[in-house]
């Protein structure tokens, strides 16, 4: 039975102290929380991995990279490997997001390499990938999800997805304010789910976890993640309030 997963990307938010501070909150609210089958991931700063590990240790909440090179090592400046992040005791990365393919420049073929690069280093992958404004307005959106999929991820073993969660967030929705309706998020899960069916089988389409990410907030968690193919989310800014991400929490 595939897990239920609520993660926190914080972005380039949050120093110490008030990484710190927030994990504190987050454990506090979660004391409250019986999670059936679900899992809990926050993925702060590179800066701030190893302090959210330690802080994390006696919590049933998981810490997440935002990123990784896909190099083990080298002239790479300002860059992280798998390596560095084993060693403060990460093991699953985000790869992928929207602002990492617009920001900077992370093409499919640069995707791939991260993804083998996580993969051979045994980590979970949270992949990202969804349309453009344009592409749901020209009615692509299907096309440029299938797109991203394949290009990155189906020439895979089925083996390598046991590790591989997928995140789609619709680009127009992120930071907006802007959310897909539930049934159009179901929509696309059911779509992602079918590709995976025609590319590997129904065993492992099954399996997979496929989480929504886009203005996901407590108003709106319950709906959509009501749907059948919606597993969760992948949260952005209501991840960086302690009550608000785990009212989201509640919600799976």
């Not at 920001?103 to 979970?124: C, P, R």
């Not at 930071?175 to 159009?184: E, M, P, Y």
């Amino acid at each position: 039975m595939r897990k239920k997963i609520v993660a926190g990307n914080w972005k380039m938010n949050n120093n110490i102290n008030e990484t710190k501070e927030l994990i504190q909150g987050l454990k506090n609210e979660m004391e409250a929380v019986t999670l059936n089958n679900a899992r809990v991931i926050i993925a702060p700063s590179f800066i701030n991995l190893q302090q959210a590990v330690s802080e994390t240790n006696d919590s049933v909440i998981e810490v997440s990279a935002q990123n990784l090179h896909q190099a083990k090592s080298g002239a790479y400046t300002g860059e992280v490997s798998a390596d560095m992040l084993s060693s403060v005791g990460v093991k699953t990365v985000i790869i992928g997001h929207s602002e990492r393919r617009a920001y900077f420049n992370e093409t499919d073929d640069i995707l791939s390499e991260k993804v083998n690069a996580a993969i051979e280093n045994d980590f979970e992958i949270i992949f990202c990938f969804g349309e453009q404004l344009e592409d749901r307005e020209t009615n692509n959106h299907f096309k440029v999800v299938e797109s991203q999929l394949k290009n990155v991820l189906f020439s895979l073993p089925s083996s390598a997805f046991s590790k591989v969660v997928l995140a789609y967030e619709p680009v127009w929705a992120i930071g907006t304010g802007k959310t897909a309706s539930a049934d159009q998020a179901q929509e696309m899960h059911q779509f992602i789910r079918g590709l995976f069916v025609e590319a590997y089988s129904q065993e492992l389409a099954d399996s997979i976890s496929i989480l929504y990410g886009g203005s996901v907030k407590p108003g709106n968690a319950e709906e959509i993640f009501s749907k059948p193919d919606v597993d969760g989310g992948l949260i952005g800014g209501a991840s960086l309030k302690a009550k608000d991400f785990s009212d989201i929490v509640k919600s799976i």
